[in-house]
């Protein structure tokens, strides 16, 4: 079955270093996979995406590659601030599915 | 934002009574979900919709029922709640069929005791 995989959180960083939340994933065939934010007390938001392997997707600063040859969306950020503090979740959609497969979240807390 | 609005946003209801749900979207999206969000689990799918009358079962849909009489409106019924369905509650639309884009709503909080 399809599933994804995230890094246990919380993950805590000063303002300014750099991030990245390791995601993987299992999947039959060519899944879409995305990066959604959620802020407190807030629904999700899309972060970014990608449709296809070595895609690049980025939003704001993040951005995670499709890699098909290791089965990862790992996000990254060069340079974090406070207001980054956020649940950031791992996603997949598979090829002909409308539904989409979330990770367990990780909370990113970012100090000053 | 997309226009999805949640209701109730918070409810505190008892053990066995039936609790109602509503997802209304201003957007004319075909395809609407029901996700509940709980700790160590992420979101998980309960029911959604690919059209009015259309609905199916997602990943954790016993003890939930869904309708869905008009384009915009998706309601989520729990017909006896339990302890076990305490949780938020996430609305979500889209608009093609790829499904590459979804938009969620706020959430309802809902605690049974």
């Known amino acids: 079955g399809n599933s994804v995989t995230q890094m246990e959180g919380p993950v805590t960083l000063s303002e300014e270093a750099f991030l990245t939340i390791n995601c993987t994933y299992t999947?039959?065939?060519?899944?879409?996979l995305f990066w959604y934010v959620q802020y407190p007390g807030e629904g999700l938001q899309l972060l970014l995406k990608?449709?296809?392997?070595?895609d690049k997707g980025s939003n704001k600063g993040f951005e995670a590659t499709y890699r098909k040859e290791t089965t990862s969306f790992h996000l990254e950020k060069g340079s974090v601030q406070v207001s980054d503090s956020a649940v950031y979740f791992c996603?997949?959609?598979?090829?002909?599915?409308?539904?989409?497969?979330f990770g367990t979240g990780t909370r990113l807390l970012v100090s000053p | 934002d997309a226009g999805i609005t949640q209701s109730p946003r918070h409810k505190v209801t008892e053990t066995g009574t039936p609790v109602t749900l509503r997802c209304h979207q201003t957007?004319?999206?075909?395809?609407m979900y029901w996700y509940r969000q709980d700790p160590g689990h992420g979101l998980r799918l309960i029911h959604y919709?690919?059209?009015?009358?259309?609905?199916d079962k997602g990943e954790v849909s016993d003890g939930y029922s869904v309708s869905r009489s008009k384009t915009e409106d998706f309601l989520l019924t729990l017909e006896s709640a339990t302890s076990s369905q305490t949780s938020v509650y996430f609305c979500?639309?889209?608009?093609?069929?790829?499904?590459?884009?979804?938009?969620f709503g706020e959430g309802s909080w809902l605690t049974v005791v």
């Open positions: 957007e004319n999206h075909r395809y």
């Open positions: 999947a039959t065939g060519y899944p879409s």
């Open positions: 990608a449709t296809k392997a070595d």
């Open positions: 919709s690919y059209g009015v009358k259309d609905t």
């Open positions: 979500a639309i889209s608009e093609d069929s790829s499904g590459n884009t979804i938009y």
């Open positions: 996603a997949l959609k598979n090829t002909g599915f409308q539904k989409l497969v």
